[in-house]
């Protein structure tokens, strides 16, 4: 593997913002990066299907991942760059890598429902031919078809392919492939925010996160405390920031994340057809829980305070 990429933490899957026009926004998506960067992420990752990659052209999609490579200093950037073609996602991997990119994000080939022996040969085509670390993404509620744990286990042998994100919302499925994988170098992601907590506490390494979007130190605070041992911690987060995963998901994503990143002036919430805007009744939900979160401090904060309190007692002169 040419590149050393650690899969470990808080992977925001990145909106692609659009102007009035349909336009991608590019000095939106810029910016939305650098504030990513500057919560603490561990990485981003663009044109996934909260992206919208799905509705970008070519051209777009590594214009995209050059933006955001663009923007940031220090944090690793993962393109997305499946299809349900191999030819195509091998040309999208190739353009990505060209552009820069640290890693790869590999949705399993959709609508085509490939049997499994199909999508190990179309993951190993794009592994032998690109020499980034790669993630194969198993989303069958997209893609209509399951990447089974005998197949992950088998493409964790390839030095390429560097780890699983999770989104089939199977978490016996999920941990079986972490345990079977363990003696690899190879990390097992979630890929539903609902799910990150428990996903971590069966061998799990982190998250490719919608909610990372809107909640970066909230997430990456719960992610860090799970990775630590500290369950009791990372479970108050995870319970602090369950309304919010639940909201984000009522309509397809990335329908609510770009409504709620409206609502926190990160960028627009235009959609590029044939994806519309959050409907009035669930906007009024989710505008309520996010008010709901910036009254209440996180864990996180209440925790550095209550240190800042004590060091301050425990100081000549101090308070008491």
């Not at 899957?13 to 992420?41: H, K, N, S, Y």
């Not at 959609?271 to 989710?286: A, Y």
Request: one cysteine or more; a negative charge.
């Amino acid at each position: 593997m040419s590149t050393q990429l650690t899969l470990s933490g808080v992977f925001p899957a990145m909106c692609t913002p659009f102007d009035d026009d349909e336009r991608i926004d590019f000095e939106t998506l810029q910016q939305d990066a650098q504030r990513l960067e500057a919560a603490g992420v561990d990485g981003l990752v663009p044109v996934g299907s909260t992206g919208e990659s799905a509705t970008l052209t070519h051209e777009e999609h590594v214009r995209v991942v050059e933006a955001v490579i663009e923007a940031v200093d220090d944090v690793p950037v993962i393109a997305g760059s499946g299809s349900n073609n191999t030819r195509e996602a091998l040309e999208l991997s190739e353009r990505s890598a060209d552009a820069g990119a640290d890693g790869l994000l590999l949705i399993s080939p959709y609508y085509n429902k490939p049997e499994q022996r199909g999508l190990i040969e179309h993951y190993r085509t794009i592994a032998d031919a690109v020499d980034l670390p790669q993630i194969v993404y198993n989303v069958p509620s997209r893609t209509g078809r399951s990447i089974d744990p005998d197949t992950a286990v088998s493409l964790a042998k390839h030095e390429n392919i560097a780890g699983y994100k999770a989104a089939s919302g199977d978490l016996g499925q999920i941990g079986e492939i972490a345990e079977r994988t363990r003696e690899d170098e190879f990390s097992v992601l979630s890929g539903d925010d609902a799910l990150t907590l428990p996903t971590l506490s069966v061998g799990g390494t982190g998250t490719i996160s919608v909610a990372a979007n809107i909640e970066p130190e909230r997430t990456c605070a719960m992610v860090g405390a799970a990775l630590d041992g500290d369950y009791t911690r990372a479970r108050e987060i995870h319970h602090e920031l369950g309304p919010l995963f639940r909201d984000l998901f009522v309509e397809t994503n990335p329908i609510p994340v770009k409504e709620a990143m409206q609502i926190r002036g990160y960028g627009p919430a235009r959609m590029r057809p044939p994806l519309s805007r959050l409907s009035e009744e669930h906007r009024d939900e989710l505008e309520a829980v996010l008010a709901e979160l910036e009254r209440e401090p996180t864990v996180a904060d209440a925790e550095s305070e209550s240190e800042s309190e004590s060091e301050s007692e425990s100081e000549p002169g101090g308070d008491q």
